[in-house]
């Protein structure tokens, strides 16, 4: 499942009168980057009455579908992750393949069978028990018809022939051996339900949804709010709480100052500035984990569809790829880090965050380029680009002029926007910058009518996926952008090679070197600069709620995860019965009183822009 993008900042405004403003260069705080929760005094009393076992989490994020085949956006993924469990699921420790619908499973013949023992007793919410038959169903879907695989149909590329020797047996023929656990990462629908759907692919799944993960999508109000409910059939044990609802608002300042008034039980993707001005308030938790997500500034390469016919308007200069990496070379990623993230991260090198060490490019690696502005110069003048009176750049009588795409509700965009535009200026690129609602960004990027954007994308624990949308059938198969699943519009015939290599390679360390391989490959190219790996900053109601679990459980997250345990195990403050059941306490507990529910009305308008879901529940 794609993680998104998605893929994935909070459209920030600061919550105290100094962090109101977009922060500039000289203002921007150059915190240290703590760890850890930062417990506050629970005695702030709340702000109204509501459902003491509703979780309200505060969001942005934009829904495309809640249909598990083809949706591609966070906050729907997220949500299908609590409705929907996988053969395989994603452990809490560290992300590696553990039990889900699966019992166990073995692997023989080199790799290239794969069998799976169900569980016993399963059952889908409405009781009908969950067999094999719902696994060959769901994989089958994707395979048959392209419109199902859309958000997953990559991970069963290997995948020949499915068979069901029985109602708790799943066995999986696969073209070429491989590695990675073709159980992980698809939501199993139940059949019963999905075979009566006359065109699945456009199904909404927004109603009377039959699921077997802890919560159940309840209802849907588009950019109003978002309802689960406990799944009392799920086979890890009912949630404590009864509902999770997801409320929209126009920005993040309104969601933090819902946070501080009591009508939001949790916010997530703060800001460092909102983060600390949290710190301290009676009745609030901050906690700083270790995200999955990389943020980037995307590059337009030469958008071009699958076949190689262009599209959109992007610089043609861009497809060089020594402006490309001028650019790098003259993009400080660490003051970026320092000054506007607040520390609160690692400086990235490639698309695979810093979280997962075994797949991310190390830092001290042969090719990583480090800030050089004079290199950076010396790159465009042996291409032929030389400085003008005026000091930007000119090659066959063109400019080297570039636009820039930046969020006008994100605080964080616009202060990297202003390091980034004097930085460009220095070695000879003037970059204009375009300030525009998400919307529009999402509409444009896609159509290729774009120069450069702030993006990102949240990861899985296997690195197959966020490989995969980078090979050349991730390209789109149309001229306005449609059809396609790529992370930055680029393609390499010898990454697709070695995305095969490694997709098939069965030693672990073998493997290993194969993705760091890709990862140089990619960051060469530039098709995009990496910026930083962000904590995952959040604050809730510890008034009102504890027991929140993280992923990885040593330094995780709660909310974003690439499983469904921050929600399974939170219970309401005093609720002895629930403390008493156990679960994986990760410690995150502050005594108090609990309130629940405020119903926002109106209709807010906020839609996230393409490929850059925001970490934002």
């Known amino acids: 499942m794609r993680t998104r993008h998605s893929k994935y900042l909070v459209r920030a405004l600061c919550v105290a009168a100094a962090a109101a403003l977009v922060v500039a260069p000289a203002t921007v705080a150059n915190a240290a980057a703590p760890t850890g929760i930062h417990a506050a005094d629970s005695s702030a009393p709340p702000s109204g009455k509501s ?267 861009l497809q060089e790829e020594a402006v490309r990496q001028a650019i790098r070379l003259g993009t ?49 003048d042996e291409a032929g680009w030389v400085a003008g009176a005026d000091g930007i750049r000119v090659k066959d009588g063109k400019k080297l002029e570039l636009r820039l795409y930046v969020d006008s509700s994100s605080t964080t965009d616009q202060a990297s926007a202003e390091f980034f535009v004097p930085w460009m200026k220095e070695i000879g690129i003037s970059i204009k910058v375009e300030s525009t609602d998400t919307d529009t960004i999402s509409a444009e990027t896609t159509k290729g009518n774009y120069d450069m954007y702030f993006t ?52 672990e360390s073998k493997r290993e070197a194969i993705v760091r391989e890709m990862l140089q490959m990619n960051y060469t190219a530039t098709p995009q600069i990496a910026i930083w790996y962000a904590n995952g900053l959040e604050a809730y109601r510890s008034d009102r709620f504890q027991d929140f679990s993280l992923m990885p459980k040593k330094d995780g997250i709660i909310a974003n995860q690439s499983g469904y345990w921050g929600y399974l195990t939170v219970a309401p403050v005093g609720d002895e019965a629930a403390a008493a059941d156990g679960g994986p306490n990760v410690g995150l507990i502050v005594t108090g009183v609990v309130i629940a529910v405020l119903v926002v009305g109106g209709i807010i308008f906020f839609v996230m822009r393409r490929r850059n879901s925001a970490d934002v529940e």
């Open 51 to 317: 459902d003491a076992k509703t979780l309200r989490v505060a969001t942005s994020g934009f829904v495309d579908s809640f249909n598990p085949f083809t949706s591609i956006y966070l906050l729907p993924t997220n949500t299908l992750r609590y409705t929907y469990e996988f053969l395989v699921q994603n452990s809490q420790e560290d992300g590696s393949p553990t039990k889900g619908l699966a019992d166990k499973w073995d692997v023989t013949d080199g790799g290239k069978v794969w069998t799976f023992t169900l569980q016993d007793g399963l059952k889908w919410s409405d009781g009908e028990p969950i067999t094999s038959a719902d696994v060959a169903y769901t994989y089958q879907s994707m395979i048959d018809d392209p419109a199902l695989g859309v958000a997953n149909g990559g991970l069963l590329a290997n995948l020949d022939s499915i068979e069901t020797p029985d109602d708790k047996t799943v066995v999986l023929n696969m073209k070429d051996p491989q590695a990675p656990n073709p159980g992980v990462e698809i939501p199993i629908v139940p059949k019963h339900v999905w075979e009566k759907i006359d065109n699945p692919a456009e199904y909404a799944n927004d109603k009377d949804v039959v699921g077997s993960g802890p919560f159940l999508l309840e209802s849907y109000k588009a950019n109003q709010s978002i309802v689960l409910k406990a799944n009392k059939e799920f086979w890890r044990g009912a949630p404590k709480i009864d509902k999770i609802q997801y409320i929209y608002y126009t920005n993040s300042d309104a969601q933090v100052q819902a946070l501080r008034s009591g009508d939001v039980d949790m916010v997530t993707g703060l800001t460092a500035t909102q983060f600390e001005a949290l710190e301290g308030v009676e009745g609030i938790t901050t906690h700083s984990g270790q995200g999955r997500r990389y943020s980037a500034i995307g590059i337009n390469s030469g958008a071009k569809t699958q076949d190689g016919t262009p599209y959109g308007n992007g610089n043609p200069a």
């Open 332 to 380: 400080d990623t660490k003051t970026l880090l320092d000054k506007v993230l607040g520390g609160y991260g690692v400086e990235a090198t490639s698309f695979i965050p810093a979280s997962y060490p075994k797949w991310t490019l190390p830092a001290d690696d042969e090719v990583i380029m480090e800030f050089d502005p004079e290199a950076a110069k010396q790159k465009l």
């Open 456 to 507: 990102g994308w949240s990861q899985g624990a296997d690195p197959d996926y966020q490989l995969g949308i980078n090979t050349c059938s991730g390209l789109a198969t149309a001229t306005d952008g449609t059809g396609g699943t790529s992370q930055d519009g680029w393609c390499d015939p010898e990454f697709d090679k070695l995305y095969e290599e490694q997709h098939t390679e069965l030693d």
